[in-house]
């Protein structure tokens, strides 16, 4: 099943919370000797989601946030290249592309305007969901790197949105009903030897699926930390520490390694909890 992209959807009628520029972003130029290239935005003031609704809709949707270190959204490697493989299992599949962090000011957090855009998107899957084939009870985020970060606060926010309502949009609800947080980067904190204070696991929490590796310069200890937090709330989750791969795989296979494997591993837990149909080859 090949992923059919609908139109990219704009995430604020006009412009987005503290922003004073319609800008959609620019693309850096390709880095010499990737393959396949890899795709790096800078400048987004005004965020947007790409779509991609599968063939044969389970009611699924994956809001996907690419990583990047907030200076930047990686909207293929880590955001588009998910579609078809989420899409083979009847999920729908929406990428945003969230704004960067130049104009932030420094006593603002990174992830703070990406959490608006985070939140605001999934209030958007929900109101379109009869458009788009969704079940606005099965709406959930796949989240890497900075991207993951932004989603482990976003995963134990517990409703409670970031930004003033601005339409009726913001009436829907803006949790995900369950989350896959790939390599989250910095959760965790050395100096204190917990989760950023933001991140505060619940008996409301939803279901997650956790992948990192342990040699990971962004520790591995942060999604251990949001594992447990979740076990000790008795809340569903899957944790996978793989001992190599180091950092910002995306979907892709890192020689010498068994990283690779994740999204067989995640279309399983999909699968057992209802979220995904058999894959259509």
């Not at 180091?246 to 399983?268: F, L, N």
Request: glycine share 8%; proline share 9%; with cysteine.
């Amino acid at each position: 099943v090949h992923a059919a992209e609908i139109a990219r959807v704009m995430v604020w009628p006009e412009y987005a919370p503290g922003e004073t520029s319609l800008d959609e972003g620019v693309n850096q130029p390709n880095r010499a000797g990737e393959v396949p290239p890899v795709t790096r935005t800078i400048q987004i003031r005004r965020p947007s989601i790409d779509v991609f609704v599968a063939d044969q809709p389970k009611g699924t949707a994956v809001l996907v946030l690419p990583g990047g270190g907030f200076g930047k959204v990686v909207p293929d490697k880590e955001g588009s290249e998910a579609a078809p493989w989420l899409n083979q299992f009847g999920i729908s599949t929406f990428v945003l592309r969230y704004r960067t962090n130049e104009v932030t000011p420094k006593t603002e957090p990174a992830w703070r305007r990406p959490l608006q855009d985070a939140q605001r998107s999934l209030r958007i899957i929900r109101a379109r969901a009869a458009e788009w084939k969704v079940n606005p009870e099965q709406v959930g985020v796949l989240a890497f790197s900075a991207g993951g970060q932004v989603g482990s606060i976003l995963h134990t926010a517990e409703g409670n949105p970031a930004y003033a309502a601005v339409d009726t949009t913001d009436t829907h609800n803006c949790t995900p009903d369950f989350s896959l947080l790939i390599y989250p980067w910095n959760v965790y904190n050395p100096a204190t030897d917990s989760l950023l204070p933001e991140i505060k696991p619940s008996s409301t929490s939803p279901p997650a699926f956790i992948v990192h590796t342990h040699d990971d310069r962004s520790s591995s200890l942060g999604s251990v930390l949001i594992y447990a937090g979740l076990k000790r709330h008795r809340i569903p989750a899957e944790l996978h520490v793989y001992e190599n791969g180091g950092h910002g795989y995306g979907m892709r296979p890192v020689a010498g390694s068994q990283i690779g494997t994740w999204p067989a591993r995640a279309g399983e837990w999909l699968q057992l909890r209802g979220l995904a149909r058999a894959a259509v080859r």
